[in-house]
């Protein structure tokens, strides 16, 4: 090894090997390479220090040592009908497998020349022993869960609705898991085999200004805010609470307000939760049940419940914010201090453990009422890209998650500047060192209740743009996660859920990776704007692809209305996204020509004459609709925004919600007569007559 090599090179070598890309294509496939400043942040935050020539020769050293190190991983992956490749076997070791229940599969040695075991035939997680090591071994199917496997589906089609901006009488202003059962019984009446939901992932109870359901406080657990409290009590009850409370005239001006006011309606619900907890706990077959709850979910339940309940106490007493700001004591979950906290404040954790437990009820009883209602999948579940690192899942899992990095995206079509979500995530090198088990739990979380998931941001998968805290959006580097085991769980865990799994691949894809998710089933997503031929014309829906969900839009993008009229073009001019070199306006009325020209040459617009006018949308939503139903897509999710002919997007990436109001929009009319309305009746029947034609 020459140690004399200038540092540059020694320091690229230390990123390479350790899975930080030096160099890389941006959206427009220009090279760019990583600055020595960012490289170095980023092996800091992978546990790889790099400031001097003794740290990366240190860091080379330690990862030179863990290749050639004889201990096994604690999990590892394997397709089923191929050899088991175990990564570090000594030769002439004994070997033998037990499944799940412990049964013993198969036993033998290994013979010198081979470090392969012999295939299995059934997918699921095995335990394999050599000699004294243990491993779990992920026997998955060579692909996951498809549309096709699903009995009775064929071409089925969607809709996807964010949970907040579902409305019913009396929910206070702000969706609820009621509300989503109501909405997929009339979903289901239009012909709809499915309903994507916006994430339902734990936020934070005690911040409700801290909204946004892509930046969770856990993936692993649920929002408490939609739960409906008449779900565990009667509506008797409930009205004793409101008016013990005088929540009445509270609750109706949040009712009717045409934007959520989350800080407000949060308050309200809560302080009818905690009245109800209190009023439920004498009931004893009540008590029974939740206690059974709690001693399944175990540890990690309790983990997130005590520091939902510390998170609480500690901003009520002036230290807002995530656990780093907490005092040093309380750190450590497992610390004496936090054991203390929980005892002297069991009825607070008790109130979050119980929260979970009804909205693991309200999220199950929306699934069975859609497939009750007769969808074929039913609820698809979303999961964000990460979580807050101030939050439940990094304080409960700090071996399993990075610090000092942010999940983002470098520049690209949907945002010029770059991106930082502020998130953080699973480490690579913790994904292996704890054997895969959040990214496991993760996925059983999301699909515990639902006939399908969407993974955000699955690009992921292979490798996400890491910022450095304190860096600008573009100063990240790429950061690669072991892409064929993720893969390989994804498609065991949607086989043994049965579920679909839906992956966004949008923004800088490197060129396989759509092939690579392809190959195991994993449907990619193409969205109406993006289709797009070299001249800027739209791609014939025909053209489009068989192994991805075809949609109008997704929340992040302008809706069908929005684009036709150029409401999108408004929002951007005023938030400062728009671009002073392009005159979008006068491009709009050129890509209106194109879309109306594609749509009739699809037959989804019935003449040939000049485009609608921008304020004329019912026709345009409709052929747009009918258009993109013609895809050989496997599945087609329509947002209810472009189902109804709405305007507003749901989100506007780059805002604060202070310009824009992300994520508060609320559906005009109740789930039960949401589409009933002429655009939206027109709108399901041109979409349900497309897609199940012979």
Request: aromatic letters at 8%.
């Amino acid at each position: 090894m020459t140690v004399n090599a200038p540092l540059d090179d020694r320091l690229a070598l230390l990123a390479e090997q350790a899975g930080v890309d030096v160099h890389w294509r941006d959206a427009l496939d220009r090279p760019q390479s990583v600055p020595a400043d960012t490289l170095r942040a980023v092996l800091r935050a992978l546990g790889l220090p790099a400031d001097n020539g003794d740290d990366v020769e240190a860091s080379l050293e330690r990862l030179a040592q863990e290749r050639a190190g004889a201990s096994l991983p604690r999990l590892i992956t394997a397709e089923a009908g191929a050899p088991i490749e175990v990564p570090v076997a000594p030769r002439g070791r004994a070997w033998k497998l037990l499944d799940e229940h412990d049964a013993l599969i198969a036993e033998g040695e290994l013979p010198s020349s081979d470090t392969r075991l012999p295939p299995l035939q059934q997918p699921g997680y095995y335990t394999l022993y050599l000699d004294d090591a243990e491993v779990t071994v992920a026997v998955a199917p060579s692909r996951a869960f498809s549309v096709r496997d699903i009995p009775g589906a064929h071409r089925p089609w969607g809709m996807a609705v964010q949970v907040s901006g579902l409305r019913r009488p009396s929910d206070g202003g702000i969706g609820d898991f009621t509300a989503l059962s109501i909405c997929a019984r009339a979903a289901a009446e239009k012909g709809a085999d499915a309903l994507a939901i916006s994430p339902v992932h734990a936020l934070f109870a005690a911040a409700p200004e801290r909204y946004s359901p892509y930046a969770p406080s856990s993936r692993l657990f649920l929002n408490g805010l939609y739960v409906d409290p008449v779900q565990t009590s009667s509506e008797q009850t409930v009205r004793a609470v409101i008016d013990t409370h005088n929540l009445r005239q509270e609750l109706a001006e949040l009712e009717w307000m045409e934007l959520i006011d989350w800080p407000r309606a949060a308050r309200a619900r809560m302080t009818i939760l905690r009245s109800v907890y209190e009023w439920a706990s004498v009931d004893f077959a009540h008590a029974e049940r939740f206690a059974t709850f709690r001693r399944e979910q175990g540890e990690p339940l309790e983990r997130h419940a005590r520091f939902e309940a510390l998170h609480a106490d500690f901003t009520a007493h002036g230290r807002p914010g995530g656990w780093q700001g907490w005092p040093a004591a309380f750190h450590d979950p497992a610390s004496p201090e936090v054991a203390s906290f929980a005892r002297e404040h069991s009825r607070e954790v008790g109130f979050h453990a119980w929260l979970q437990w009804l909205a693991a009820q309200g999220l199950s009883g929306a699934q069975k009422a859609a497939r009750d209602a007769g969808m074929k999948i039913g609820l698809i579940a979303d999961l964000a890209v990460g979580a807050d690192s101030g939050g439940s899942h990094a304080w409960a899992h700090q071996a399993e998650v990075l610090k000092g990095l942010s999940v983002g995206a470098p520049p690209d079509a949907l945002n010029r500047l770059g991106q930082d979500w502020g998130l953080t995530t699973f480490s690579p090198r913790g994904l292996r060192e704890t054997g895969f088990r959040g990214f496991i739990g993760m996925l059983r979380a999301a699909l515990a209740y639902a006939g399908g998931v969407r993974i955000d941001h699955i690009l992921g998968l292979k490798r996400l743009w890491m910022v450095p805290h304190g860096a600008g959006a573009t100063e990240g580097a790429y950061v690669r996660y072991p892409l064929q085991d993720l893969l390989r769980l994804i498609a065991l865990e949607s086989h043994l859920h049965r579920a679909v799994v839906i992956g966004e691949d949008l923004g800088t894809v490197p060129s396989d990776f759509r092939q690579a998710i392809g190959e195991k089933c994993v449907l990619g997503i193409r969205v109406l704007w993006f289709e797009r031929a070299e001249d800027g014309g739209f791609v014939s829906p025909r053209e489009w692809s068989d192994t991805a969900m075809a949609t109008t839009s997704t929340h992040d993008v302008p809706t069908v209305a929005g684009w036709w009229s150029g409401r999108d073009i408004e929002w951007r001019k005023r938030t400062g996204l728009d671009d002073p070199n392009v005159d979008e306006a006068a491009q709009r009325e050129v890509d209106r020509h194109r879309l109306w020209s594609a749509m009739y040459a699809s037959n989804s617009a019935y003449n040939a004459e000049a485009p609608p006018a921008p304020d004329d949308i019912s026709p345009v939503v409709v052929a747009a609709a009918k258009h993109v139903a013609q895809a050989p897509a496997p599945i087609a999710i329509f947002p209810v925004e472009d189902v109804l002919g709405l305007h507003e997007q749901p989100n506007l990436p780059g805002p604060t919600d202070a310009v824009h109001p992300n994520w508060r929009r609320r559906m005009p009319d109740s789930s039960s007569r949401l589409f009933d309305g002429p655009i939206a009746h027109a709108v399901a029947a041109a979409i349900d007559q497309t897609r199940n034609r012979t």
